[in-house]
Nanobody, 116 residues
C-alpha cells in the first residue's frame, strides 16, 4: 500500500498563501489520479482539486482562481499552491491517490488555519 505524507499546513492570515505538498512512497505514474480533499469538524470530507494521469485538472468552484494543483514526477509528489486564503478554507487537507487497481490511498492530513 502506498504511503502518502502531506506537509505545508499552518496558520496564515486571510489573504495569505500556503503551499501544500504530498509525497508518495512510489511513482505517481502508478496512479490514474491524485488530488486534494479537505474536512472540517462535523462535515463530510470534500473534494478540492485533482490531476489525472492524462493531465486533466479539476477544481471545486470555491477555490478556482486561487488554488493551483501541480505535480513533480521526479519527486513522486503533488502540490497545491493556495493563494488569497479565506477563513472558510480552514480545514484538514488530505492527499488522495487513486490506483489503476485497488482502493484509494489517503494521507494523514495537514491542518490549514486561516485566521487573523
Amino acid at each position: 500500500q502506498v504511503q502518502l505524507v502531506e506537509s505545508g499546513g499552518g496558520l496564515v492570515q486571510p489573504g495569505g498563501s500556503l503551499r501544500l505538498s504530498c509525497a508518495a512512497s512510489e511513482s505517481i505514474f502508478n496512479f490514474i489520479k491524485m488530488g486534494w480533499y479537505r474536512q472540517t469538524p462535523g462535515k463530510q470530507r470534500e473534494f478540492v482539486a485533482d490531476i489525472s494521469r492524462s493531465g486533466v485538472i479539476s477544481y471545486t468552484v470555491s477555490v478556482k482562481g486561487r488554488f493551483t494543483i501541480s505535480e513533480d514526477s521526479a519527486k513522486n509528489s503533488i502540490y497545491m499552491q493556495m493563494n488569497s486564503l479565506k477563513p472558510e478554507d480552514t480545514a484538514v487537507y488530505y492527499c488522495k491517490a487513486t490506483p489503476r487497481l485497488g482502493v484509494d490511498a489517503w494521507g494523514e492530513g495537514t491542518l490549514v488555519t486561516v485566521s487573523s
